[in-house]
């Protein structure tokens, strides 16, 4: 008998919040009334990281471990099929059976203010309401960055050698446990044994982060991999991942996946597992809502919350450490309702200046995306075949719940029960990025660098952005650094609805090292009202130039073959779009973000137990020391990662970021830099 996915999802997410409702965490008079050494001011990527590291058990049994809080304004959702389930929240949304990005039960919601360089456009932006953070509703792309992605953070911005991607290997290592493609996995070109022997020694196999490739594939994804190949003039990459990430993978990307159970592996699974979550020292409170910091002097000694609309503390004697992992957009948000940041805008609000800081908040940085939609020729199999009443009683789909969880076993003709692969395991899988050079003319490519140097010429720049443009315009002149991702995504609707019993393809192209620098900051002193996001996308010519010829590139793919051959209209923009103010407007309607948001605290840091700027930008302070406010997620990034965060996240949080530091410094713990992840 087939189930409609639609009744199957309905069913699955009411089974999954009976479940989520009986996870044993702390209610909030009941955290409010505890005493803790660490604070971690929300449960995502790095939240959740750090949470796990700093309550390990110390190496000395006579030693107490430290006492760990974590603040969540999400629920957890263990057992939700729409996180848990690779294709259910991700990519079935156009089957009209609900998503995660737009539901406010995993998602907060935010968008921008109307982009000027867009003709007024508002941005989506997406980030996750729930334990495990945006981790949770993300495509699932396990990706590193270039070598001199990395190197940048060591070199130009004075951070040391320990900072360079060669340093950052073994933590990255460190932080997976990576499953090799199978000699029967599908893959988008192969590997030799040489290759395969190759791409292992980048990766580790011990790790919390469960790592894998596709065992399905759609009709897509090999043609569209070679004719990506084809149009571009760049061969397949061996190994994306050793710090060389042009071209398409050749095996197809890496994602958080596991392989044994085919469901997602995120923050919330591999760090807030079975056995972290029965430690006696770490607690957690939901639906918990931070409202501010509260400041001693520049000593951070207490912090605010809401639950159910009350206002509840954790005071001075209670907290020795506060960790800021609340994400790229709230972060800012919360620092400036505590006090800290442009001392203009906090009178304004009425707001106590505890630090002036007028950086807070901006630097934002992100990814600028274009789309285009294809309609497929008939007999193509791509997601859009789920919704397809047809396809799925071929594929069919059983739900059955145990004593414990929900699990969903997909049993499709080429999968089996104890592998749990097939379509419902499928994470997008042709993601690779290209040079500038390969999709412009010389003559173009030279114009547009003319027309970047007159623009950044006429600005007056900080500092850091000096530093910051030197290294992108090193990178794009050399040629040799992906550019601009190009994405095929096996399904349609987001341009255009879809027809019934039709199938698409989204191509996408993705912005890696967008010039543009935007900002978050509030507008109100309540912590419930979205902060104001501006990320000024396109507010130079060059990052607009690169969308537009990007977007141009995405019609040249589509006629290349192999891929051409399963094209049967261009639907968004149509066939008919042809002149360059056609397409300059088209552009300008097409564009969203990949969800990349960061840098808006990079310059943080913690001198002498009191909040300041950090030393390594303008010179304040002498020492570090335990007992402060510490930003530890991707806002404090002065730098762009042309590739997905969440594997530079992750690593960030078991590098020698200084959070774990204090606890080596603090005397009589007997914590080791080992075993807190330093």
Known sequence: MALSLSRIVSLSIFIAQSVAAASSTLSAAEFASREFDILILGGGTAGLVVANRLSALPTSKNISP???????AGQYLPEDPLINVPTAGNLLGNANVGTLIGNPTYDWLFESVPQPGLDGLVIQYPRGKVLGGSSAINSMVWQRGSRSDYDVWGTSLGNGEEWTFEELLPFFRRSENWTAPSSSAPALFGLTPAQKQA?????GSSGPMQVSYNNFLTDLDVPAAHALVAASGIAPNANPDDGTDLSMPAQGVARTVDSHTGLRSYSAS????????TRDNLHLVTNAVVSRIIFNGRRAKAVEFQSDGKYLGLFEAHVALKSHSIGSIKTPQILELSGVGNRTLLENLGIPVVLDLPEVGENLQDHPVTLSDFRLKPGVITLDSLANESFTSHHQVHLYVDTNALIFVCLISRQSETNKAGVFTYSVADIGTITLQSMTTPSEFKAMRASLDKELAERSLTPLQKVQYQHLKHLVDKGEEGWVEIVVVPSGGVLSPPRAGKNYMT????????????????NSTNTHDSPVIDPRIADLRWDFDVLYYGTKFLRKWAQTMPLADLVDEMIVPPASLKGDDEWVKFVKSAVRTTNHPLGEI???DCVG?????????????????WGCCRPTDENIWACQCARRRCECDTPHNRRGNPIYRVCDRREGRGYTPERVGC
């Open 270 to 277: 591999a760090y807030f597992d079975a056995d972290t979550r």
């Open 199 to 203: 791409l292992a020694e980048v990766h």
């Open 609 to 625: 137990d009191m909040l300041t700027r950090s030393p390594r930008h303008d010179g304040d302070g002498t020492a570090q020391s």
């Open 66 to 72: 430290l006492r760990v809080g974590i603040i969540e």
């Open 507 to 522: 191509a996408v192209a993705i912005q890696q090292h967008a010039f543009g620098q935007g900002s978050v900051h509030i």
């Open 602 to 604: 990079f310059f943080m």
